[in-house]
């Protein structure tokens, strides 16, 4: 037999049996992760207060960056981390239109309960 | 069990519960006390970050998330100083009520199907240097240099469009 393929093998044999490189896998991240996401899904839907909202939000988006770094571990792949930069950029961003829109609406009706921001309704 | 994983165990359950305190009534009631929790719940997310050898974005999520972003919302919060009129009542709908159970089932399901599998992605081992500040600014100002300087610009866009929306006369 040549012996290219006999270390072929071997290599083949060690690496589905080899042991975990890195000490907690994947998956709990990936479960921390939608367990976030479905948290801040949930305050999202059954909050009426606009702040409660835009902290569900933050929430949602932390989650992702979990899952982000999560994977970019898991490849050792340093993009996912990038990613995750872009995306606390653009959530402080949006941290600050819309505390900015809550203020100009509170000025505005007295109140920050979004079931009574329905003028463009109809 | 490894030490590193306890110390994941705990950071999780605390990430998890101060989270969901932001929106269960401690936090939905009032908002200031939710956004305390979520400062807190930032700092767990940060240590999980740490696990996953994101030193860099770690710090930035404190710097960014606990340090910044969360003190604008504390701001907003003490200046508006809300009664109980004013933050408006918490109307129970039959499509709210289904929007989460929808939510949780969808969760449940979720983590029970990643806790049954065991995805083989064949992890690699970690370069030199990974997660450090070194690499991340490799990648910022060669791979993504556009998109880089087009936050830059977003984030000049987001201070001229708030101080728009939030003076009463320019």
Same mark, same amino acid.
């Given at each position: 037999m040549l012996p290219f393929l006999a270390e072929a093998a071997t290599a083949v044999a060690s690496s589905t049996t $080899?042991?975990?490189?890195? $000490?907690?896998?994947?998956q709990w991240f990936l479960i921390v992760s939608v367990a976030l996401f479905a948290v801040g899904s949930a305050g999202v839907l059954a909050r009426r207060n606009a702040l409660t909202v835009l902290m569900s939000v933050e929430i949602m988006l932390n989650a992702v960056n979990l899952a982000f770094l999560a994977f970019a571990r898991e490849w050792g792949n340093m993009h996912g981390h990038v990613v995750t930069f872009f995306v606390i950029a653009v959530a402080a961003a949006e941290a600050a239109i819309g505390l900015a829109l809550v203020l100009g609406i509170f000025r505005h009706k007295k109140s920050i309960n979004l079931d009574e921001m329905n003028a463009l309704k109809n | 069990m490894g030490f590193e994983q306890i110390i994941f165990w705990l950071l999780a359950v605390g990430t998890i519960a101060t989270s969901a305190l932001v929106v269960l009534p401690p936090g939905g009631r009032n908002p200031l006390y939710g956004a305390l929790l979520l400062i807190v719940s930032f700092f767990f997310i940060s240590g999980l970050y740490v696990l996953l050898f994101a030193h860099t974005m770690a710090i930035l999520q404190i710097l960014v998330?606990?340090?910044a972003i969360m003190v604008l919302f504390t701001f907003v919060i003490m200046l508006l100083n809300l009664s109980k009129k004013e933050l408006g009542d918490e109307t129970k709908t039959l499509a709210k009520g289904l929007g989460i159970v929808a939510v949780v089932a969808l969760g449940t399901k979720l983590v029970v199907m990643l806790q049954g599998q065991? +995805?083989? +992605?064949q992890a690699k081992p970690l370069p030199e240097g990974f997660g450090g500040v070194d690499a991340i600014a490799d990648l910022l100002f060669h791979n993504y240099l556009v998109p880089f300087e087009l936050t830059g610009l977003l984030l000049l866009v987001a201070v001229i469009g708030a101080i728009v929306l939030a003076k009463r006369t320019l």
């Open positions: $080899s042991t975990p490189v890195h $000490s907690i896998p994947l | 998330y606990a340090g065991t +995805l083989n +992605l």
